[in-house]
């Protein structure tokens, strides 16, 4: 059987054509999600700010907050096959607006996840522990998307925001990891691929090591 290839990416790019969205709706779509990762990012800083204050340490090391570009949002929609439409990108896509929290030690990750998704305007819509649960490849992180309503001139939304958290050894891991695969693009020699998981236990292991270190200096830390 044959397939007519030139047909189906005609007509596949015909339909995106016809789903593309209007630059000025655009902008203003993406400017909720701005709007929204401010909220989160002040959140975070009120939590750095207010913990170092009380004099037991700043359990946040930084914060980035990034937002998806037009670029990256329309890829992302195409690799999960959403329409452009406004409505299925806003239900299906939630890392538009994104930020990071680096954490020095792995009870800090959780202590800030606890004291962000307590507050009464945040909810929680899903987790993802790759910290109880690494992925294959060694990757670890608490993945968080919240919802945070955000108050414009004439109503009211919600915007779905992704926290990612993870220690400084997480992060070095992961950052290292993704630029090895933006170089190969996706063909990651065999020899690369274990020494990274390996670098990644070795990781964990350094993260587990620290948290005993400062235990045994500070004591448990107890915030919450
Ligand atoms: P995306 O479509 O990429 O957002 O993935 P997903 O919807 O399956 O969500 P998941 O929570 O698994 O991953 C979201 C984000 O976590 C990614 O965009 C990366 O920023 C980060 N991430 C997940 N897995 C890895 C990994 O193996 N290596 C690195 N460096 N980052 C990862
Ligand atoms: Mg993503």
């Known amino acids: 059987m044959t397939i007519d290839r030139s047909a189906l990416a ?7 054509d016809t789903l593309r969205l209007p630059a000025d709706e655009l902008t203003h779509f993406m400017l ?29 090391e930084h914060v980035i907050t990034r937002l998806k570009t037009v670029e990256s949002l329309t890829a992302k929609a195409r690799r ?22 680096i954490c020095s030690f792995v009870s800090d990750v959780y202590t800030v996840a606890e004291m962000l998704t307590r507050q009464q305007d945040v ?3 899903q987790t993802k522990d790759y910290i109880a649960e690494p992925k294959a490849n060694g990757y670890r992180s608490l993945h968080l998307i919240v919802e945070i309503p955000v108050f414009l001139s004439d109503r ?21 990891e993704h630029k090895i695969h933006y170089k190969y693009e996706q063909d990651v020699p065999d020899h690369l691929r274990a020494e990274l998981t390996a670098a990644a236990h070795d990781a964990a292991r350094l993260d ?6 400062h235990a045994q ?8």
């Open 123 to 125: 909810k929680l819509l």
């Open 80 to 101: 999960i096959n959403c329409p452009m439409a406004f409505d299925t990108v806003r239900a299906r896509i939630r890392d538009i607006a994104g930020v990071r929290v």
């Open 156 to 176: 009211v939304v919600t915007v779905p925001v992704e926290v990612q958290l993870r220690t400084v050894a997480m992060d070095f891991w992961a950052s290292l």
């Open 32 to 60: 909720v999600y701005k709007f929204g990762l401010a909220e989160i990012g002040t959140k975070i800083t009120i939590l750095a700010e207010e913990l170092q204050h009380r004099g037991r340490g700043n359990p946040i």
């Open 10 to 16: 005609s007509k596949t790019a015909a339909e995106l």
């Open 217 to 224: 200096i500070h004591g448990p830390r107890h915030r919450t």
């Open 208 to 213: 587990e090591r620290m948290e005993r270190l």
